[in-house]
């Protein structure tokens, strides 16, 4: 069974960034729980530009514990802390591979549903210190996804996640940002 491995939150802050100030939220790190997941975000955490981020089908980003020693050994660091990817779920048993657009999962008293891919933005690039990352992100595969929220609740690290609903028909992640990685 999945499980929640870590709760990532981070409130909107400037950063500068060659020059320029930039408003972002992405510098999530490992909170204590149990917190509320509300329709739009979980407690402590914030969103910096909602023309992009956040939002009913964006409520939660999620990304799997089992890409963190490929990105370790891919970029010579042994310093990435879960959430150093701009995720709010750190999970365990939860990949790209096998989770489908529409899946139903509970965690804690809460209940998600998958709704997309993530797309990775320049913010990202900007957290990992050089841009260019966002285009070995995408070519990875590793996208980790984004959650709606269904039914509000508290979460806590090392809760069980249950896939209550799934379509086989829908397509899994990996195919969905596959499909987009090839149409942009």
């Given at each position: 069974?999945?499980?929640?491995?870590?709760?990532n939150?981070?409130?909107?802050?400037?950063?500068?960034?060659?020059?320029?100030?930039?408003?972002?939220?992405?510098?999530?790190?490992?909170?204590?729980?149990?917190?509320?997941l509300?329709?739009?975000?979980?407690?402590?955490?914030?969103?910096?530009?909602?023309?992009?981020?956040?939002?009913?089908?964006?409520?939660?980003?999620?990304?799997?514990?089992e890409?963190?020693?490929?990105?370790?050994?891919?970029?010579?660091?042994?310093?990435?802390?879960?959430?150093?990817?701009?995720?709010?779920?750190?999970?365990?048993?939860?990949?790209?591979?096998?989770?489908?657009?529409?899946?139903?999962?509970?965690?804690?008293?809460?209940?998600?549903?998958?709704?997309?891919?993530?797309?990775?933005?320049?913010?990202?690039?900007?957290?990992?210190?050089?841009?260019?990352?966002?285009?070995?992100?995408?070519?990875?595969?590793?996208?980790?996804?984004?959650?709606?929220?269904?039914?509000?609740?508290?979460?806590?690290?090392?809760?069980?996640?249950?896939?209550?609903a799934?379509?086989?028909?829908?397509?899994?992640?990996?195919?969905?940002?596959?499909?987009?990685?090839?149409?942009?």
């Amino acid at each position: 069974m999945a499980r929640l491995a870590s709760l990532n939150v981070a409130r909107p802050r400037e950063i500068l960034w060659r020059g320029k100030t930039v408003r972002t939220a992405i510098f999530k790190a490992p909170a204590p729980g149990p917190l509320f997941l509300s329709r739009l975000h979980l407690d402590g955490d914030g969103v910096a530009d909602p023309r992009y981020h956040g939002g009913p089908d964006k409520a939660v980003y999620v990304y799997p514990a089992e890409h963190y020693p490929f990105w370790a050994t891919q970029l010579s660091r042994r310093d990435l802390a879960y959430g150093t990817f701009g995720e709010n779920f750190t999970t365990e048993g939860l990949l790209e591979t096998e989770v489908r657009i529409g899946d139903v999962f509970e965690v804690g008293s809460a209940r998600v549903q998958v709704t997309m891919p993530r797309t990775p933005c320049a913010k990202l690039g900007m957290r990992m210190g050089f841009l260019a990352f966002v285009r070995d992100f995408r070519a990875s595969g590793r996208s980790g996804f984004y959650l709606r929220v269904l039914g509000e609740g508290l979460v806590a690290p090392g809760d069980a996640i249950a896939r209550v609903a799934t379509d086989p028909s829908q397509p899994t992640v990996a195919a969905s940002f596959g499909a987009s990685a090839d149409a942009g």
